[in-house]
C-alpha cells in the first residue's frame, strides 16, 4: 500500500483535500546571540529581507534573494538559525524553561536543541541524543557556531535514555518519522504503509522509555513531520491509554488533532494535540504530554 | 596534551584565561569546558560537552570559534579591527591587508597572532601578524595572514 494516491486518498478520508506545496525559509533569530531589530536591519544591508512570522517569537520567513541566509557572517556568528517554521514550534510550547534539566530524545542536526539552549539562556543543562555519529558532527557544529555551553551530546539511542539515570523536568521527542511530501520531492515514490508502521512502534518505544525518566511534574513534547495518523494522534491516543500520560491544551498554530481515524474512535483529549497540514508550513504534529497523577 | 594547551594557546594572544582546569574535560584530543550542572551528565561517555575549546593534534592546538570569542572578549587580547570588505574576505580565507585594518588593539609585533574582528567586534578568526598593521603609504601590504576563520563551518559541511 503505497503511492500518490492512496496518500492522497487517505489525506482526504482524514478530511483534507491534497495541493501541491511549495515551502518557504524561515529562520529563527538566537536571542542570546543577537537583538532581533539590529539584526534585521544588518540582513536589509545585505539584500536578505525578512517577514516576522505571526505564529512564533523569533521566527522569520526569507524573501527570496540572490544572498543565501547560510552563507552570512551573522550566521556564521550563530546570530540566527535556519529552521522551517513549523519545527519551531515545539520548543516554544514549554514552560519555563530556564535552569531545568532538558532531554533531546532525537537530537541531531540540532536546530531544536540550539533553540532549546536560546530558550534556557544557555542555563540548566540539555542531554541531546542521537544514535548516528555524522549527525552527531553537524549538531555539534550547530553548538558550536551558536555558541551554546548547556548541552552535553550522547551516541545513544532514545530507548536508552533510561542509561543515563536521569529524571528530566523536561523532554523533547521530535521522533523519528516518515516526514512528509511537502519537505521530500520524493515522498509518495519512497514511503509505503509499512514503512509507516514500522516508524510508529519505534515512536511507541521512545515514548515508553522517555516517560520512564520525566520528572513527576515535567512536560513532555512530542512532535513529528509525519501526516500519518499512525505517527500522530494514534501514538498519543496509544500513550494515553497505556502510559499513564495527559495531554494538555497547547496554544499554537495548527488544526485540532483529529478524533476520528478511518473510523476509529480516539480518546477525546487527542484533540488537543495540534496538526499542520502543509500550506502555510511544511506537515507537521505536535502535542504536549504530562504523566497523570493517580487521583486523575 | 592536557588543558594546559588551552591555556597555552590563550597566553599567545596575551590572555591568561581564569578558567578552572577541573572544568576542562578532554574526550578523543577535544578540550571542553563544563560546569558543576553539566559535570554529573558528562561523567558518561559524551560526544560533546559544554563550551567546545578546541583539539590537541600532532602537538598542534586547534581552537574552537567559542574559545577565540572568549579572547576577544578580554582587554588585554591581541586583536585587529578590520573594514567591512575586508571582514568578509577573512571570512572567504582571504589575508588582511595593512590599509583593511581600522584599528589595533594589544601587541602588533611581527610574527604575533591576533583575533581578527569585524566592525560590531565580532571575533571572526585569527591570523597570523606577517608585516606592519599600521603606518603610511598604499597599504596594499600583507599584514595578517589568515590562520582560521568561521568561514570554517561552511568548509566542514562539504
Given at each position: 500500500m503505497s503511492g500518490k494516491e492512496f496518500f492522497i486518498n487517505r489525506y482526504q478520508s482524514l478530511g483534507w483535500k491534497y495541493r501541491?506545496?511549495?515551502s518557504r525559509q524561515a529562520i529563527r533569530i538566537n536571542s542570546t546571540n543577537a537583538d532581533d531589530k539590529k539584526l534585521i536591519e544588518r540582513l536589509k544591508g545585505l539584500g536578505v529581507n525578512v517577514e516576522k512570522i505571526t505564529f512564533l517569537q523569533s521566527g522569520?520567513?526569507?524573501?527570496?534573494?540572490?544572498?543565501?541566509?547560510?552563507?552570512t557572517a551573522e550566521y556564521l556568528l550563530g546570530m540566527y538559525s535556519i529552521q522551517e517554521a513549523a519545527a519551531q514550534i515545539p520548543v516554544s510550547l514549554f514552560t519555563n524553561l530556564r535552569s531545568k534539566l532538558v532531554l533531546d530524545a532525537s537530537a541531531a542536526p540540532g536546530g531544536k536543541t540550539v533553540q532549546l539552549a536560546d530558550a534556557m539562556q544557555n542555563t540548566g543543562a540539555i542531554?541531546?541524543?542521537?544514535?548516528?555519529?555524522?549527525?552527531?558532527?553537524?549538531?555539534s557544529n550547530h553548538l558550536e557556531r551558536c555558541k551554546i555551553n548547556n548541552t552535553v551530546v550522547f551516541l545513544l539511542d532514545a530507548r536508552q535514555a533510561t542509561n543515563l539515570n536521569v529524571k528530566f523536568d523536561r523532554i523533547l521527542i521530535d521522533a523519528p518519522c516518515s516526514g512528509n511530501f511537502a519537505s521530500d520531492n520524493y515522498w509518495f515514490r519512497n514511503r509505503t504503509l509499512k514503512?509507516?508502521?514500522h516508524n510508529s512502534a519505534l515512536q511507541k518505544q521512545i515514548l515508553a522509555k522517555s516517560v520512564d525518566c520525566l520528572d513527576e511534574n515535567g512536560e513532555l513534547i512530542y512532535s513529528t513531520c509525519s501526516l500519518e495518523p499512525e505517527e500522530d494522534e494514534l501514538n498519543m491516543d496509544w500513550a494515553v491509554r497505556n502510559l499513564q500520560l495527559s495531554i494538555d491544551e497547547i496554544n499554537c498554530y495548527g488544526e485540532r488533532g483529529l478524533t476520528e481515524v478511518f473510523g476509529k474512535q480516539l480518546d477525546p483529549m487527542v484533540a488537543r494535540c495540534k496538526r499542520l497540514w502543509p500550506g502555510a508550513t511544511q506537515g507537521f504534529f505536535v502535542c504536549k504530554l504530562k504523566k497523570r497523577s493517580n487521583t486523575q | 596534551m592536557k588543558a594546559t594547551s588551552v591555556f597555552n594557546f590563550a597566553s599567545q594572544f596575551r590572555v591568561q584565561l581564569a578558567l578552572d582546569p577541573d572544568l576542562i574535560v578532554e574526550k578523543n584530543g577535544r578540550f571542553f569546558l563544563i560546569n558543576n550542572i553539566l559535570r554529573p551528565l558528562?561523567?558518561?561517555d559524551?560526544?560533546?560537552?559544554?563550551?567546545?575549546?578546541?583539539?590537541?593534534k600532532e602537538g598542534k592546538f586547534f581552537p574552537s570559534f567559542i574559545l577565540l570569542s572568549m579572547l576577544a572578549k578580554k582587554k588585554e587580547s591581541n586583536r585587529v579591527v578590520v573594514d567591512k570588505k575586508s571582514a568578509w574576505l577573512f571570512i572567504c580565507g582571504r589575508d588582511i591587508?595593512?590599509?583593511?585594518?581600522?584599528?589595533?588593539?594589544g601587541q602588533g609585533k611581527k610574527g604575533a597572532n591576533t583575533l581578527v574582528l569585524n566592525e560590531f567586534?565580532?571575533?571572526l578568526g585569527f591570523g597570523r601578524i606577517v608585516g606592519k598593521l599600521i603606518g603610511s603609504g598604499v597599504g596594499d601590504e600583507l599584514a595578517v595572514r589568515n590562520v582560521s576563520d568561521i568561514g570554517d563551518f561552511l568548509r566542514r559541511e562539504r
Open positions: 501541491e506545496v511549495k522569520y520567513w526569507v524573501q527570496p534573494s540572490k544572498v543565501s541566509v547560510g552563507a542531554a541531546a541524543l542521537d544514535v548516528d555519529k555524522r549527525r552527531l558532527t553537524a549538531l514503512n509507516i508502521e | 558528562a561523567v558518561r559524551f560526544f560533546y560537552a559544554g563550551a567546545y575549546l578546541g583539539k590537541a591587508l595593512r590599509k583593511s585594518v581600522v584599528r589595533v588593539h567586534g565580532e571575533c
